[in-house]
């Protein structure tokens, strides 16, 4: 018997069982994504440095330099190199019947074997080495024990903490066969990202990265999320400058070289717009149609960008 052989009304109980009338508990959630069971905390061996905000939570203020010295873009460009392995390991492992904390043990496992700390873990409370944001949910989708469906689309976002600063990249996989709309959706936002940083060049306003995102996403006819940005990074997780993904004049900050940011579109099929869950991080659109995201840390060099969260 499937859940929609049986037509309830509004105020009949859920078919959850969890005694609420259907219209207070599941109605109109049918085929979303629900929130599951967060596992217990990861440990982390002592060996592994960790961030000045494990433990409290609460990063320390620092005044962080836009522009970065040469030491600390020879780090961040060894920490992105771990962020990158670290996703591409998880992402080969998304599959149907996978649940997504599984994924997050996957990754914990390999940050520790490269000797780097999940920077999620403990940011501002944030209880996973990773976050996994499937179909409507936007981003920071905590992993828990929901198993990936036939067709669902997982972002997976690994931020590694190493040598004192932080990598951060994100990109999406296919549990099996995926529908049209979604895979077009997933090849519009990686293009979306990668004009995005096509804009990066010194003496050029950040507000150019927005600008190219936001066209190519509203060509194909699709929303840009303007609640979650990108972000300037390296000895702290976020930082100076912001990076919208949509056209604001306010961007104005000039990219000059040695700057490091992330540009981490999030594209929509139909709303642009969010709602929170109730475990205060998650987002997902509006409407419940789904969204993509990629993200990538860069470097603004003398001629343009230089990636530095290859893919290995
Ligand atoms: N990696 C995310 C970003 O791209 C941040 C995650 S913070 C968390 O900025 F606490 F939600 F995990
Ligand atoms: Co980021
Ligand atoms: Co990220």
């Known amino acids: 018997m499937s859940r929609t052989e049986v037509k309830l009304r509004s105020n009949d109980p859920c078919w959850c069982g969890s005694g609420r009338k259907y219209k207070r508990c599941h109605r109109g959630s049918e085929g979303r994504v629900l929130p599951g069971r967060v596992g217990p905390l990861r440990s982390v061996p002592e060996s592994i440095p960790r961030p000045d905000y494990v433990g409290s939570g609460e990063p320390l203020r620092r005044d962080e330099p836009m522009?970065?010295?040469?030491?600390?873009?020879?780090?961040?460009?060894?920490?992105?190199k771990i962020a990158a392995e670290v996703l591409a390991v998880t992402g080969a492992a998304v599959a149907p019947g996978v649940t997504t904390d599984e994924l997050d043990a996957i990754?914990?496992?390999?940050?520790?074997?490269?000797?780097?700390?999940?920077?999620?873990?403990g940011y501002h409370g944030y209880p996973k080495s990773i976050c996994t944001s499937v179909n409507e949910v936007i981003c920071h989708g905590i992993p828990d024990d929901r198993p990936l469906a036939e067709g669902d689309i997982v972002n997976v976002d690994v931020t590694a903490y190493i040598d004192g600063v932080h990598g951060d990249c994100s990109a999406m996989f296919f549990a099996g066969e995926?529908?049209?709309e979604s895979r077009?959706?997933?090849?519009?936002?990686?293009?979306?990202?990668?004009?995005?940083?096509?804009?990066v060049a010194p003496g050029r306003p950040i507000s150019d990265i927005g600008r190219a995102i936001e066209d190519h996403a509203h060509a194909a006819g699709y929303g840009v999320v303007r609640a979650f940005i990108g972000h300037g990074i390296g000895e702290s997780f976020h930082t100076a400058p912001s990076i919208p993904h949509y056209y604001t004049p306010e961007a104005r900050t000039v990219m000059e070289p040695g700057m490091i940011f992330t540009i981490e579109p999030m594209i929509t099929v139909g709303s642009w717009r969010e709602k929170m869950w109730d475990n205060g991080w998650t987002a997902v659109t509006s409407d419940g149609r789904r969204s993509a995201q990629f993200e990538h840390t860069l470097l603004v060099t003398d001629a343009g960008a230089e990636v530095l969260t290859p893919e290995p």
């Open 107 to 121: 990754a914990h496992a390999a940050y520790l074997e490269r000797g780097a700390y999940p920077s999620t873990l």
């Open 67 to 80: 522009v970065k010295s040469a030491s600390v873009i020879e780090a961040v460009r060894r920490a992105g």
């Open 184 to 199: 077009r959706l997933v090849e519009v936002t990686r293009a979306c990202r990668d004009l995005g940083i096509a804009a």
């Open 178 to 180: 995926v529908d049209e």
